[in-house]
Each structure stands twice: as structure tokens, then as C-alpha cells.
DNA sequence: ATACCGACCTGTCAGC
DNA sequence: TGCTGACAGGTCGGTA
């Protein structure tokens, strides 16, 4: 489900909420399919943790935790990818568990943070705090680093854009809105692509990234944040879901092609 | 290196 | 009403 802006929106609806809580015990699912660390390390790591701060790593979820009695200040890191279809929200405990609850973690203020994720596609795990994701944030990289990563790269701009070793955090959507904004198709070929257009390329994806993040990220189907609120930017989606609509600067209709197995939107007459 | 495919899962929606 | 197929914000591993 969520690219960049909305588990931006999430982790700071969380941080919000949940710094300086600490957990008291944690329930896992029996089944261990959504776990990338051993469920015990899980546990062990997690309970009686202080939640130091939550933010945002590429599509990663972030927990800085300060462990055990000693409240270590080295401490570990939780991590929680939310796939396509995870949720993580904050409840009371009376509230009934929803169907797909994977993990429940209770916390000394009383509340619980709970992970919904009916595809399964999301994953749990542990690290040391030093952990990093690889690639670089797109919101931070600067021109001459973004346009090294596209150079000599045959594969389509699309593809790159969404491989998270390259830049972690772009996914469909926004892959798809920031090569619109660029003027670039999605099959062009990044290493065909001039200076100009990388530069351009390079602004887009910070200016889509940002609005949406003003917007609270995008909302289809289900969407919320761990507030349960949903995000505006769906309602400025210029090609994404808009295949056959005519495209807002030219109108032409949108285009939908496959790349990679994913839905590509874009206008013929606008994207070169 | 690259590109395409299916796999992983469940839910929803359009069409018949 | 119910069935079927397409499709969904993500990633991984196999194959040529």
C-alpha cells in the first residue's frame, strides 16, 4: 500500500503518539510468515524497550529503542514494512482486534499498537541501530548523486526509480506522477535521458514527494494513517488511475502500459 | 547487468 | 445471487 509520503505521515503520526511509551509485552501471530527475525528476538528486543522516537527509513518503518533495564543508549531498532496492504494503529485494548491482527504490542501507558496487514506482504524485523537500508533518501540526495545513479543504466527511468537500491521510498504512484511533472515516458531508457531531463527529473520527484507528504499521502481503497485519518493527494494525481482521461495540460487521453508487471500511467503527447 | 515472469496473499470490483 | 478474472500502494527469486 504505502510508498514514501504515506509512511512518512505514519511514522510521524506515531512518533507523535508513542515516543517515551514503553512496551510492556508483545503478542505475535502464530503464523511467522510476515517475521524476518526470529519471532523470539522480536519479543526479547521489543518488551520493556523505551520508544525513543518512530521515523521514516525509504518504505521502512523506523522504532528507536532504548533497551531493557539498563535503557542502553547504544539500544536496537524495530522495523516494519508495511508491504502493500499493513496497518499499524494505535488502540485501546477494550477495541476489538481486527481480522489479520499479526502482532500487538502493549504498552505501559495502556494503549496498543497494532499491525493489520490482510496481504501479508508486510514484514517484521529487528536490527542494530546502526542499520541502514542502502540507497539514498530522495527528499536529501542532491543533483550530482541522483544524476550518478541513472548514468550508464539501460533499464527503463521507471524501473530505476523504483529499484529502493537506487532511491528507497518511490513507488508506483509517485514514480509514476514525478516522470509525468519530468516530461519523461516511463519505458525511456535512463541512460538516453539528458542532464536537463535528470535535473528535471530530480525536481519533480523532491516536488511530488512533498506535496503529497503536505497531503497527508494518498488514499485509495484504504488508506489511513495511524491516526485513521486519510491522505488529499489521490485528488492530484495527474495520470495515475486516470487511463482513457484526458490528460489535464494537453488532453490527450492517459495511457496505461505494464513495465515490469506494474501499471504505468502517462501522456503520449507530454512525456517524450 | 537486464528484463520479464510468477510467487507471495487477501480483498474488491466489474462484467456476465 | 454467484461466479470469474483482473487488479491492487511491494518485493524476491528464478530464468534466459
Known sequence: MPELPEVETIAQGLAKRITGDVVQS???GEKPEPLKSPAGEIVATLEHSRIAGVRRMGKHIVFDLEQGRVRSARGA???????MSGRLQICEPQEDVAKHTHAIIKLESGRELR???PRRFGRLSVAPANFDAGGFEPLDVELKDFVALFRGRKTPIKSALLNQKLLRGVGNIYADESLFRAGIRP???????????LHKLFL????????AI???????SDYVDADGEEGFFQLQHRVYGREGEPCLVCKTPVKRVV????????CPKCQK
Open 187 to 197: 519505458r525511456r531508457r535512463a541512460s538516453t535521458i539528458t542532464h536537463e531531463g
Open 77 to 83: 531498532l524495530w522495523i516494519v514494512h508495511l508491504g
Open 204 to 211: 519533480s520527484v523532491k516536488e511530488v514527494l512533498r506535496e
Open 259 to 266: 513495465l515490469g508487471g506494474r501499471s504505468s500511467h502517462y
Open 214 to 220: 503536505a497531503l497527508g499521502g494518498s488514499s485509495i
Open 26 to 28: 508483545v503478542w505475535l
Open 115 to 117: 499491525f493489520v496487514d
